[in-house]
């Protein structure tokens, strides 16, 4: 379980984190999803003790975290945004690497088993430098799970990363969550949050906005969106709990200009900010 209690961050004047609280359960899927510069790598950064708060606490299954708790870094699988790899090393060297750091037993099962889960045994020995985007992040994430962490934090798995290399990594992700892992991931991908998060909370200049499942998100707005230009010519949208209202109040509308569908984390995102995530 990750708890965080009252945590804030200044950067000298500057609030980029601002008070937030949050309660990850054991074997909760949370992906915190929010626009560039919302706060998300600084909280993460803060988590995984890589930063210290200037206020607030975070408590992995009850232990209070800093730089030096080594107890926790051992059950905490890390994905950080920018490659923690070492290019000069081939795939197999780097996940030798780990798990000799982690003093993991047998490991040459392990990493055969790992590069088989993400698809990399084909390319053991190649020099990480000469990895594409994609595969280069599913050997971070394979790193992070040499030591079979309970609990996997990833900052934005899949940005840069094309589309089938992205639901490589969402298959990926899919079996950690069937396995219960507890997994925290930041993202302004909305399909992202929407495809594999059990709870999303959403973040906007370091403040938390909502916090619930996707499915309450959208519920409580309004299942269906209907989008239109109004008599501006400005994009408006109206929400409602039914298809048929929806469908009813659309056929109100003056201009062709509008279309009737189901409502998603971007428009709960909107609604409250008034501004888009990506
Ligand atoms: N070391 C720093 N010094 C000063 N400001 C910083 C520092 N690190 C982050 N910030 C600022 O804090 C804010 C939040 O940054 P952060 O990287 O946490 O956002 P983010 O949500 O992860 O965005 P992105 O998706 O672009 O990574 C931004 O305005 C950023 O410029």
Redesign the pocket.
Known sequence: MIEIKDLSKK?NN?T?VNNIDLVIKSGEFMGVL?P????????IKIITGLLKPTAGNVYINGSLMNRNNKEIKGIMGIVP?YSNLDKELTVYENLVFAAKLFRVENYRNKIDELLDFVELSDFKDRMTGNLSGGMARRLTIAKALINDPDIIILD?PTVGIDINGRRKIWDILKYLKSRNKTVLL?T?YIEEAEYLCSRVCLIDKGVIIQDSTPENLKEQLGAYTVEYFDAELKTAYKFFDSKQKALDYSAGIKSSNYTVRETTLEDVFYNYTNRKVV
């Open positions: 950067f500057f980029a929010g560039n510069g919302a706060g998300k790598t600084t909280t945004q934005e930041t302004h």
